[in-house]
């Protein structure tokens, strides 16, 4: 039934290549599918003004995509400004790896996850997400060797995946052909297994209760798998 | 234990005052609690590019703050520019009326939605969507009552309403006071007893599914009595 | 002669209802005729930087419109910018204001008068000169009462009223209907039974001395009417 | 009492000297004293988009000021967008010329007058008005030689001269010592002895109904001379 | 005495991968030492308007850097807009793959290519015209074998490469740490066996005829090295 | 064979008249030909940010264009920014001037030189350069006069010529009916008999080493004429 053959509550072949780039602090290239995220992770003495002095650290993210990630070219944000499709994205990304931070153990200092879609094919928010956080537990356990922090900030991995009703069936981790046809998505934030985040939207569409539940239930079962990976992948 | 001394399953008061502007299609002042929105709704016999000779219609919104809405003195928005808070939430604001629209029987106009906090004390998207389906609909009777809309567009309302985990507990409508406080809340938008939308967000902190449930709950309870109120105002 | 059935020197029905916000230092909304202006006033305990340490207060505006209050729906500034128009308004509002404001009794403080027009129908920058007073008045007030001000700062009220040449003759206080026939209209802000501003122009008219002196007239009567109705407000 | 010595109701010494670039339809370099403004007339075939098909033209203006036109080196505004300043002042510059123009005579072309300040010593707006008067007329005088306008669409010249309250006293013509000090000051435009604009405006100051008067006449005698000197130059 | 170890006429190694993306129409990976360049080309129907209806094609690029392809991060383009330095390096990779392109032959269509900067080491404007041409190659050999192209409209390959004076020397194709310290460097971009482009350009220095000359040999012996491997990757 | 008349290796007659500002430490009006651009200087104690405390002084430039300067009407930059032709040439005068200033002779302060083009037949930023030392000198000897300066930072002029393949022949310093049929063209810039700059392009054409020689066999001939007349304005 799903145009890539995949089974109802079965994700898209996930891979993470860490340490991709010679500059950033922590790196990664994930892949989920045809969705090719490149995370890098930079650590900063400067923390935002209101957090100067208050002993707490800071993780932002920014998003951005290659004008030609997608089917049709699509214009390039350094001439016209971020869409507020971009800044909504970068937001979640920032907001979901602060909620698996320990901001006192981190101390005064800011880590900026960049994730730049490489090929998209749907899902790219959550990729960022899923490989931001490999990307940043990089950055730190580089803080950790050389003692400028002790302990780890870091204890559960935060992984995200989206999940939708596609010809009227809750599918797990929608690739761009079922998300541009599906009435009703959304992403799913978990963290030692409690939620984040939860995004759902209809668009000319309405859902139940019940569909709201199975999708929860399906996002549980995507995320279980992408945590294992990502401990995987920082070992 | 709530700072307003209410329930945790009992919404601020709300009034919805219709026409209170000399100039709009429609309009109305919805207070909810000291919440204030201006909501107008702009017929326009022009649709969006996309839609040209489609024969469907569309709804847009667009959201607004007076800079002494909020305690503290906020930056016009008119001298910087939109903040990325406020594209995500005008975003929504369409979606979320969209999902209420036949767009076929609307016919090829688009109808815009300002929505112009006057006075602020937290949930001002929900009150934005609620007031704005009300002066979306005393648009659209105004054009099925010159006969150039046939069949109503509009069925069920669309109403919104936020929830929370407060000091430990689920709680209904979140006031400016709590909403500072609470480390999740989110966003519920409901039409005709089903979804729309849902945004659950967390920061620096998580929630179990069994508390997603309870705020569900709540959320429906909340939407009911919206939408009596509705309904009364544009009857 | 006129579209409203007024008198040449007949000013429209004005109210003004103060302290209509909760956030506000210092609030009114002023109606004159169909033309509504929400008028708050924030103190601001820093000075802009030419005025530090110079001990001498400041007041500053800016100046709004919601996209409906017009009769055709205007662009949004917040998406495209402030107007040359709406700069010259507040750069208007805030001169006007500032003539009628001793800066040393003000001491080392800002305040910053936001006009924001609900409803337009004429003389918008108008009624916010002399609902601005009123907001600024009750801010300064509320200063005096905790003692942080010993002199009163404000002696007269700042007043604006429009006149211009319509179907031939002098009129005082154009509204809408009036000031898009029009070829010549003005502004005048006056304090104390003295002139502020002047502001006359005409487009593809011109005018003479004496129908320059008639208008100046017509001002005097009007602003005397709304100085009453200021103090009124105020006390 | 004036710095320069002049007497109260004397004039800087203006020069006028025409067709100074190779490339426009009018050209100008108007010398008021030290202040030196370059007016060029672009005569262009399309009009603003409200003006198609009406048969009407349209005349606009531009005005700028080289960063080092004055005693401090101000921003370039290409880096930084136009002022509120700037645009007010080219907004003046346009309506005052249009005043001057039968628009039907004109027919349906634009002709854009672009004032660029070269060295600035005060009233640089009101020489932009004065020589871009005479830069228009150059351009008119030459789609008359050629048969494209028939009848003249520029009768009277309009000319522009500043007036204030220096030391208490009115004076005419301000300089920038002058300017700089004047609480009260403004700019008097006018075509054929009848007025088109007054701006007065005071700063820290107001002034009575016989000072503004005084002003007037003050005026009438600069627009006077600035006259013949414009009917000269285009001879 | 080269900080890499090479000899003062020995390029970095340099690879390039082709079809590296799944949407692009033609596509390359290219890696000069660790400066890492992705190009992408895209074809569009559409020429920009100075060219409708000319049977002529053009060529255009964009350019960028991800935030963290350097060592120190980078401002997102996104949120600040292009600098001067971003828009000189595309308009320079534009022109020089103009230079290689026969545009009656490609017919009137554009192809678009961008050039992404995915690790930076120098030489980033060289690597994305030399990478450039291979991913332009690659879709104008897609509209041949499709019949849309007829006579090939790319006869030789276009190449660039970096030559400066790094402690005293003539050098070959500067990496980062030579770059920071060369007073005098360039680039030199050819096709063909001639020259398209040069640009020598000195911070605090000067360069003698002779030294320029001996920098044109250099550069003529790494392009012939980059034309075959450009060649080996299209075949 | 040149549409001037000129000899292959003749340039357009040069005049330079210092002192034309009232307000600027340095200025000059430049024509070279009908390419006419006035240069000042501007001397600022602050550096920037990058220099404080470093005791080295800074040269900058900023170039700008009258929006009639050409012979179509341009749009001013002012209103919608500077395109990246004029930061590219605005970075290439800096630069160029820089290369033949001391700058621990100059002291910690900046130097701006704006130059503004008057009017424009080609030749722009080759004129810029040239005048902009002018204008630099001067201001450098008033510092000196001053004492502020002890040993003289500027010891060779800076001057700059273009050249470039008309008709198949080489020409020295291109007019605009020139420049714009011209396949290949480039900027010379010398100091000191020495070569700073050197920026060869062509658009839709290739040259040779053995044209590129001629060129740079023309370019020292010109600027050794250039900086004769330099010499001679600023004595």
Redesign the interface.
Known sequence: MRPSGRQINEMRNVTIETNV????EG?CLIKCG?THV?C?A?I?DRVPPFLKNSGLGWVTA?Y?M??????T?MR????E??S?????IQ?LIG?SL??GVD?VALGERQI?V?C?V??A?GGTRCASITGGWVALKLAVLKLMKTGQIISDPLVDPVAAISCGIYAGQEVLDLDYPEDSEAGVD?NFVM??G????????????????AQ??GL?GLAEKGVAELTALQLAAVR
Chains 1, 2, 3, 4, 5, 6 share one sequence.
């Not at 290659?66 to 089917?71: I, V």
């Not at 390039?76 to 001439?79: H, L, P, T």
């Not at 507020?84 to 909504?88: A, I, K, S």
């Open positions: 780039t010679m500059h950033a790196s045809n490149l890098t930079t900063d920014e951005g290659l004008p030609r990630a997608t089917n070219r390039r944000e350094a001439k400004g971020q507020g499709r971009t800044q909504e937001r907001r602060r909620a901001r900026i960049d730049d490489i090929q094919d959304g963290t030692g409690r939620l984040v985040e939860v995004q759902m939207s209809a668009e000319g569409a309405t859902f139940s209760r709201m539940d929860l």
